[in-house]
T-cell receptor, first 111, second 115 residues
């Protein structure tokens, strides 16, 4: 119930394509869903986040789509660029205020 | 730059030894979190402190301990080190203890190598 399942584990996308990473959860008490981006050798950094009262949030080329009934949320990266190559983590805030992390997706954008 | 500092950046030690990792949170942040990240692995939450008090525990081994000092910096102590403890150790900080709604800001990490 406290898990966040993230897929795929790795993803290769051509430059200019759309990258899509999916996460699913079981606990309906989760109420905040951030995505973090981590470059090699660096700490993760918040990329974009959403609350369950909205179905979509867009910031530049990055969009979170949220499906409350399906208990799923996804990150879409439009016009993917080589500089987007990184590991992406989804997370969810539990009722005890802890972040439950997905396992991460290693994204490679091929030029 | 997240504003979170961690020292040392790299640490190489032998099995059975003890090391201390240090973290200074962003100015004004009261919460400190410790994470372990093994090679190509996800983030394993270890422990959280809020304003000097332990707030939450994750998958932290008994050989590991942490504390947060009055000036809010934190130390993670790893003892009786094993080869499998080799990993990147991240510290993160946030304003409050909620963790969510309050962004976690990560430091650059300490890379620990146990030989």
């Amino acid at each position: 119930q406290q898990q966040v399942k993230q897929s795929p584990q790795s993803l290769i996308v051509q430059k200019g394509g759309i990258s899509i990473i999916n996460c699913a959860y079981e606990n309906t008490a989760f109420d905040y869903f951030p995505w973090y981006q981590q470059f090699p050798g660096k700490g993760p950094a918040l990329l974009i986040a959403i609350r369950p009262d909205v179905s979509e949030k867009k910031e530049g080329r990055f969009t979170i789509s949220f499906n409350k009934s399906a208990k799923q949320f996804s990150l879409h990266i439009m016009d993917s660029q080589p500089g987007d190559s990184a590991t992406y983590f989804c997370a969810a805030k539990a009722s005890n205020y802890q972040l439950i992390w997905g396992a991460g997706t290693k994204l490679i954008i091929k030029p | 730059d997240s504003g979170v500092t961690q020292t040392p950046k790299h640490l190489i030690t032998a099995t059975g030894q003890r090391v201390t990792l240090r973290c200074s949170p962003r100015s004004g942040d009261l919460s400190v979190y410790w994470y372990q990240q093994s090679l190509d692995q996800g983030l394993q939450f270890l422990i959280q402190y809020y304003n000097g008090e332990e707030r939450a525990k994750g998958n932290i081994l008994e050989r590991f301990s942490a504390q947060q000092f009055p000036d809010l910096h934190s130390e993670l102590n790893l003892s009786s080190l094993e080869l499998g403890d080799s990993a990147l150790y991240f510290c993160a900080s946030s304003v409050g203890f909620s963790g969510g709604g309050n962004t976690q800001y990560f430091g650059p990490g300490t890379r620990l190598t146990v030989l």
